[in-house]
């Protein structure tokens, strides 16, 4: 058994919080943090589905890669999504620790979860944005080669992104280049198009894409990928509660079952 503060401390050491970018809202969130506990349910996301699990599997706690508190609240009350999902959370007793772009950009963390998913290999840093309380050099988004002896084609790498990553579609431009050095940067990446060039790259395989990232890629002739904002971050969620199971004996861990992408293509 264990606290929800030593959970914090074990995701602190690896993916310290203090290596979260200026606009984020990671760490402990809802909850207290001397209580004890003996399951934890890991999710993306903590919605109101998720939460309704964690409580009827008689979870104390939520570890969520994205913040269930993001913007400063004002209030707490049942006409509006946060402040609904606040007051399940305080009155089922279920505390709330989650770990954002500490996440991203530590190491084991989603982008490296992301690279393998994504078959690369010789990976490093897309771009380091420094080093940690460990003496760790720590960036989003990671970059290397694929791991065979021929270069697919970009629609063909394309589909196998979407079966890796169980998305439900992917959007890509296709700038003509074989596949072979290729960046990844889990969720709304496409601003490291940038350094994905000057790693000498062919293939970036982000999310969240506006029409104009396309059109610049075409033109700059980077082939890009766009495999959805939840396949992309969500691999890391299998990491995540093994790294919890492996280090929190007598803990029960959980990947959460109800939570999946939130929208379909036709």
């Known amino acids: 058994m264990a606290t929800v503060n030593e959970v914090y ?10 290596t979260q970018m200026s606009f984020d809202n ?9 209580r004890k506990v003996e399951k934890i349910l890991v999710s993306l996301d903590i919605t109101l589905e998720v939460i309704g699990e964690a409580e009827e599997w008689g979870a104390q706690l939520i570890v969520s890669h994205h913040p269930v508190i993001f913007f400063p609240v004002k209030r707490i009350t049942d006409d ?8 399940v959370l305080t009155e089922a007793g279920i505390a709330a620790v989650c770990a954002h772009t500490n996440l991203d950009a530590a190491l084991g963390g989603v982008n490296d979860c992301l690279a393998k998913a ?20 720590y960036g989003i988004g990671r970059v290397g080669v694929l791991r065979r002896d021929r270069a697919p084609s970009l629609p063909e790498y394309a589909g196998e992104i979407k079966r890796a990553l169980n998305a439900n579609g992917v959007r890509f431009v296709d700038a003509g280049r074989p596949v072979w050095k290729v960046a990844v940067g889990g969720g ?9 060039l000057a790693h000498g790259c062919d293939t970036f395989v982000t999310s969240d894409v ?15 990928i766009d495999a959805g904002h939840f396949p992309t971050e969500n691999v890391v969620v299998p990491a995540l509660a093994d790294l919890l199971c492996s280090q929190l004996p007598g803990v029960e861990v959980r990947q959460s079952q109800r939570h999946h992408e939130v929208f379909s293509y036709l």
């Open 118 to 137: 994504a078959g690369l290999s010789q990976v490093e840093l897309l771009r380091q944005d420094g080093v940690d309380c460990n003496g760790a050099s």
């Open 188 to 196: 709304a990446c496409a601003d490291m198009v940038g350094d994905a």
């Open 210 to 224: 506006k029409y104009d990232g396309f059109l610049d890629a075409k033109a700059l002739g980077i082939n890009l």
């Open 9 to 18: 401390q074990l995701l602190d050491r690896a993916a310290p919080f203090e």
């Open 26 to 34: 990671a760490g402990f969130l809802v909850g207290h943090g001397e």
């Open 80 to 87: 509006d999504p946060v402040g609904r999902k606040l007051l």
